[in-house]
């Protein structure tokens, strides 16, 4: 009892710290904010690569900086979204399969370079969901689908799950626990859909349901990559939920998936 009021307190002071900065910083201090956010997930990345020693880890660090202030002269947009979806498509692979697909991201190098692709595109991926026409609602729309989808599943699987969904990669994760968290976010998907697109409502939803679909393999890939690396937590700087990282596991897959929904739709 005591870890779950750690964990709901954290929680909603993260929340609240997250929905304050959307509403009071414009886009280009959102873009700033969000990469800071993702340099400490790069941290607890290098981390689950097995990079152990403190200077490796602010190599990292650093060249996920470099990567994000350049990127956007080295790719258009677009184009690093659909590489970050393409990964993510390979990704379904990998954790369906796992452990077979342990020789795969067993090396160090490797690791690291699906955490380049994973945090950058995330961020291009968040950056143009703020910066579009009614970027605030479809941020705010964006990331209550996904962590709707997370709440909902902790706390139905909690009570009510008894099926294990993928027992190598994620122990604790049931099947009921995600069918009643991608149910629990498709109603707030349906109810705000309508009120945010006034139009191609079908398409939207749609859209909604890929991306709620796309936080659970986010947050099932990192679950993976803690196995492999044999730790419970990606870090320890959130009380009662582990590092930052554990926590935005299902944006890094969620945000290219929306955010190239958002182009294609063109509501941006």
């Given at each position: 009892?005591?870890?779950?009021?750690?964990?709901?307190?954290?929680?909603?002071?993260?929340?609240?710290?997250?929905?304050?900065?959307?509403?009071?910083?414009?886009?280009?201090?959102?873009?700033?904010?969000?990469?800071?956010?993702?340099?400490?997930?790069?941290?607890?990345?290098?981390?689950?690569?097995?990079?152990?020693?403190m200077y490796g880890k602010?190599?990292?660090?650093?060249?996920?900086?470099?990567?994000?202030?350049?990127?956007?002269?080295?790719?258009?947009?677009?184009?690093?979204?659909?590489?970050?979806?393409?990964?993510?498509?390979?990704?379904?692979?990998?954790?369906?399969?796992?452990?077979?697909?342990?020789?795969?991201?067993?090396?160090?190098?490797?690791?690291?370079?699906?955490?380049?692709?994973?945090?950058?595109?995330?961020?291009?991926?968040?950056?143009?969901?703020?910066?579009?026409?009614?970027g605030l609602a479809l941020?705010?729309?964006?990331?209550?689908?996904?962590?709707?989808?997370?709440?909902?599943?902790?706390?139905?699987?909690?009570?009510?799950?008894?099926?294990?969904?993928?027992?190598?990669?994620?122990?604790?994760?049931?099947?009921?626990?995600?069918?009643?968290?991608?149910?629990?976010?498709?109603?707030y998907a349906a109810i705000?859909?309508?009120?945010?697109?006034?139009?191609?409502?079908?398409?939207?939803?749609?859209?909604?349901?890929?991306?709620?679909?796309?936080?659970?393999?986010?947050?099932?890939?990192?679950?993976?990559?803690?196995?492999?690396?044999?730790?419970?937590?990606?870090?320890?700087?959130?009380?009662?939920?582990?590092?930052?990282?554990?926590?935005?596991?299902?944006?890094?897959?969620?945000?290219?998936?929306?955010?190239?929904?958002?182009?294609?739709?063109?509501?941006?």
């Amino acid at each position: 009892m005591e870890d779950l009021m750690t964990r709901t307190k954290t929680g909603g002071i993260l929340a609240a710290v997250v929905i304050l900065a959307v509403l009071v910083l414009p886009a280009y201090m959102f873009a700033l904010l969000s990469a800071g956010l993702l340099l400490v997930a790069a941290w607890e990345w290098a981390g689950l690569a097995n990079v152990t020693k403190m200077y490796g880890k602010a190599i990292y660090v650093g060249i996920m900086f470099l990567v994000f202030a350049f990127s956007s002269s080295m790719l258009p947009a677009y184009v690093a979204l659909i590489i970050g979806i393409l990964w993510w498509l390979m990704a379904i692979w990998l954790v369906g399969r796992y452990p077979k697909t342990f020789a795969g991201l067993d090396g160090v190098i490797t690791r690291l370079l699906i955490g380049a692709i994973v945090l950058t595109t995330c961020w291009i991926g968040l950056n143009i969901i703020r910066s579009a026409p009614y970027g605030l609602a479809l941020i705010f729309y964006f990331l209550l689908l996904v962590w709707i989808t997370d709440i909902a599943a902790y706390f139905i699987g909690s009570r009510y799950g008894t099926t294990k969904l993928l027992p190598e990669v994620s122990p604790n994760k049931t099947r009921q626990g995600v069918y009643g968290g991608v149910f629990a976010a498709l109603i707030y998907a349906a109810i705000f859909t309508p009120i945010l697109t006034q139009g191609n409502w079908f398409l939207m939803m749609i859209l909604a349901f890929i991306t709620i679909l796309a936080s659970v393999l986010g947050d099932l890939f990192e679950s993976m990559l803690k196995r492999l690396q044999g730790v419970k937590d990606s870090g320890n700087i959130l009380p009662g939920h582990g590092g930052l990282l554990d926590r935005i596991d299902g944006l890094l897959a969620a945000a290219p998936v929306f955010a190239l929904g958002i182009v294609l739709l063109q509501l941006n």
